[in-house]
């Protein structure tokens, strides 16, 4: 019962919340649906325009705001000791931005094409990012950030060989440990509940990582320094993903890990690697929804909803810019994490 009284506020507001999500059968109806313009109109409430000639950008940033004001809003009807995981998610979406900026400044992305593929963020305003990309230098945008630990982290990765690749992963490597260690909380459900969800999504972008290492032919060495230093339930399978020199290889270690799963309906030898990705995130979602099925009095219930929202912006951007590009229906309706869940 003292869970409940600590949650009892929280719960409510998560599950009035998740009432909201836009169901698949919705997100199929936009994507067979007019123009981009009614599209946006539909999913903004009509607080955003969008003419023939627009840029996205205000859109995405529209709905990247809305998931931040309702992590606040979570996070306020949190026990305390629950808050700080919570506003993590809120920094996700900074990093997000972050990452984009130096990306496109180590590829030399002309400014105009790199802020049509970033959503402005928190401090990361649209005129603050045109003025760091267009200043090609990532040590500016580090400046830019409040947490000190993380520039203290990041500055080394910045001048080191392959600079923007390590400080790419050393921004996910930070903030994903980061999150990890939050979830280290005193009520041992919320610990258990936490941990499950955040640990299996760390295991997929570490799973992921070596898929995309292997792509671009990194050896094992630099491999490993890219992953997220957090091993939930890899265990073994994480040492041979990375010393793994070819993408089959990769799928047979990855048949022997409980992320298996994700491929029942499929053959893994003939996935590619942008399947996996899609797979190993649609199997997360379900996790996130299984959380539902339990006691509402904890904190992964929040977690959950929060991570669904993030798949949920995932598609939305899919249906947004794939109409804005003439991409056929069906490609966009395959690339949706959260359909058929």
């Known amino acids: 019962m003292a869970g409940a009284g600590r949650y009892a506020e929280l719960a409510a507001a998560v599950h009035s919340f998740k009432a909201e999500l836009i169901r698949p059968s919705q997100i199929e109806r936009l994507v067979e649906s007019g123009s981009v313009s009614e599209i946006v109109g539909a999913l903004t409430k009509g607080q955003v325009t969008f003419g023939e000639e627009s840029d ?7 709905l990247v705001e809305k998931v931040v004001e309702l992590t606040n809003r979570l996070a306020s009807y949190a026990p305390h000791d629950s808050r700080s995981l919570i506003r993590l998610f809120s920094t996700g979406y900074e990093l997000r931005c972050l990452k984009e900026i130096i990306r496109s400044i180590a590829d030399q992305i002309p400014p105009d094409d790199a802020l049509r ?21 990532s040590n500016r945008a580090v400046e830019m950030i409040r947490d000190e630990a993380l520039k203290d982290f990041l500055v080394p990765r910045l001048t080191a060989e392959r600079s923007g690749i390590a400080a790419l992963s050393a921004i996910d490597q930070y903030y994903y440990t980061r999150l990890w260690r939050a979830s280290n909380l005193p009520d041992p459900l919320d610990a258990q509940l936490a941990r499950l969800l955040i640990g299996e999504l760390i295991d997929n972008l570490n799973i992921l990582l070596c898929f995309r ?10 491999t490993a320094d890219l992953l997220i230093p957090v091993n939930y339930a890899l265990d ?10 070819s993408v089959q290889n ?8 409980r992320y298996a799963k994700a491929f029942e309906t499929s053959s893994l030898s003939s996935t590619k690697a942008s ?10 979602a379900i996790a996130c929804l299984d959380a539902f099925a339990g006691s509402p009095f904890n904190v992964g219930l929040a977690l959950a909803l929060l991570f669904l929202k993030n798949y949920e912006l995932h598609d939305l951007f899919c249906v947004i810019n794939g109409r804005a590009n003439n991409v056929p229906v069906e ?5 949706l994490i959260l359909r058929g869940l």
């Not at 073994?236 to 020199?245: A, H, K, M, P, V």
């Not at 490609?331 to 690339?335: P, R």
């Open 236 to 245: 073994r399978s994480l040492t041979e993903l990375t010393e793994s020199t």
């Open 213 to 222: 290492a292997r792509v671009i032919g990194l050896d094992a060495k630099a």
């Open 250 to 257: 990769l799928t047979r270690v990855l048949e022997k890990t």
């Open 117 to 137: 593929h970033l959503v402005p963020t928190g401090e990361f305003t649209q005129e603050r990012c045109k003025e760091l990309i267009e200043a090609r230098n």
């Open 56 to 62: 996205l950008n205000p859109v995405e940033a529209f």
């Open 275 to 284: 399947d996996v990705e899609l797979r190993l995130y649609r199997n997360h």
């Open 331 to 335: 490609h966009i309706l395959a690339s």
